[in-house]
């Protein structure tokens, strides 16, 4: 009995030592197991994280490729919209200087259809620095638009100062000097009222005749600012040497404006807004207002009975001017 159980104990020593040994075993595996499945599932975490950052990128290079693309492959069309939104706020801007429903087109959309029909010479309809620019109620000038070429005309006017509406451009101002001289060798005699105006001074004007007129009565007689001809340094207003029926529906009939409805396109310059075409031109007859585009286009206007607009295909600009 006693050989016996001792044999018992020490077999169950020896396996209580064994089931130690692998517990110990066990225990050692899964101690060494925890840490590299916590670091698999950090890593993993991480990598994920990574690639989740890469795939980011990836996207992110993904849209340069395409930004780059769009820049590269289709740099026509890129640029096109980059028209489009810069004539879209040159739009809106001349549509808050126009305000009340005053109709703003893109002088290169004119251009466009000008360039299809005359070539070059319409082309000048939209360039400000032209003599030929078109200046009306739908087509403006460049709200920061300003001659360069400013002059005093040697002629007589209806005032002494040198001042601002006493300008023109260079060109106009000589060609004025030689309409004036013509006249005078056929016994008329003729004097400047008002020829260049600043923007701010068009401003001025026009508020002061919707104070007077009200919004839509000062439209027929004047101009919107940026929308005036007189702001191009190409038109003036005359009168007799007398200075009677300035600017007056009086000076229609007179000797003066006779002669110059007849003579006037020899020298370069058109009645700008004749009889009977305003609801093409959105303004009255204006007798007295002379507007320099030289003599090649004077003569043709004049010759097909036509107004500056209708030489350009811009019509109408107003049905109820």
């Known amino acids: 009995m006693g050989g016996i159980e001792m044999r018992n104990r020490t077999g169950k020593g020896v396996g209580y030592a064994l089931v130690f040994v692998l517990m110990t075993m066990l225990l050692g595996a899964c101690a060494s197991d925890i840490p590299d499945t916590a670091k698999t599932s950090n890593s993993g975490v991480t990598e994920d994280a990574g690639n989740a950052g890469n795939a980011g990128n990836a996207g992110n290079a993904g849209n340069a490729g395409n930004a780059g693309n769009t820049g590269n492959g289709t740099g026509d069309e890129a640029a096109g919209n980059s028209a489009a939104n810069s004539?879209?706020?040159?739009?809106?801007?001349?549509?808050?200087?126009?305000?009340?429903?005053?109709?703003?087109q893109s002088h290169s959309e004119l251009q466009g259809s000008a360039d299809d029909a005359k070539g070059g010479s319409k082309a000048a309809a939209a360039d400000p620095e032209s003599v030929a620019v078109l200046v009306n109620k739908e087509y403006a000038l460049p709200e920061d638009y300003k001659p360069e070429d400013l002059v005093y005309p040697d002629v007589r006017f209806t005032f002494k100062e040198k001042i601002e509406k006493r300008k023109m451009r260079k060109e106009a101002a000589s060609a004025l000097e030689e309409l004036f001289a013509g006249a005078e060798k056929d016994n008329i005699y003729?004097?400047?009222?008002?020829?260049?105006?600043?923007?701010?001074?068009?401003?001025?004007?026009?508020?002061?005749?919707?104070?007077?007129?009200?919004?839509?009565?000062?439209?027929?007689?004047?101009?919107?600012?940026?929308?005036?001809?007189?702001?191009?340094?190409?038109?003036?207003?005359?009168?007799?040497?007398?200075?009677?029926?300035?600017?007056?529906?009086?000076?229609?009939?007179?000797?003066?404006?006779?002669?110059?409805?007849?003579?006037?396109?020899?020298?370069?310059?058109?009645?700008?807004?004749?009889?009977?075409?305003?609801?093409?031109?959105?303004?009255?007859?204006?007798?007295?207002?002379?507007?320099?585009?030289?003599?090649?286009?004077?003569?043709?206007?004049?010759?097909?009975?036509?107004?500056?607009?209708?030489?350009?295909?811009?019509?109408?600009?107003?049905?109820?001017?």
Do not use: M
Request: proline fraction near 3%.
């Open 87 to 104: 004539t879209d706020a040159d739009t809106v801007k001349a549509g808050s200087k126009a305000g009340s429903g005053t109709k703003n």
């Open 190 to 321: 003729l004097a400047g009222v008002s020829a260049y105006r600043s923007h701010s001074t068009q401003t001025s004007l026009f508020n002061r005749y919707v104070k007077k007129d009200g919004l839509e009565k000062a439209k027929t007689y004047s101009a919107v600012p940026g929308h005036s001809e007189h702001e191009t340094g190409l038109a003036i207003d005359v009168s007799g040497s007398d200075g009677k029926c300035a600017a007056e529906d009086c000076f229609g009939g007179t000797k003066e404006a006779d002669w110059l409805a007849k003579y006037a396109h020899k020298y370069g310059f058109i009645i700008r807004y004749p009889e009977g075409k305003e609801n093409i031109t959105g303004y009255k007859y204006e007798p007295w207002h002379l507007r320099y585009v030289g003599k090649e286009i004077a003569a043709d206007i004049v010759e097909r009975e036509i107004t500056l607009e209708e030489y350009y295909d811009a019509v109408p600009v107003s049905a109820n001017p």
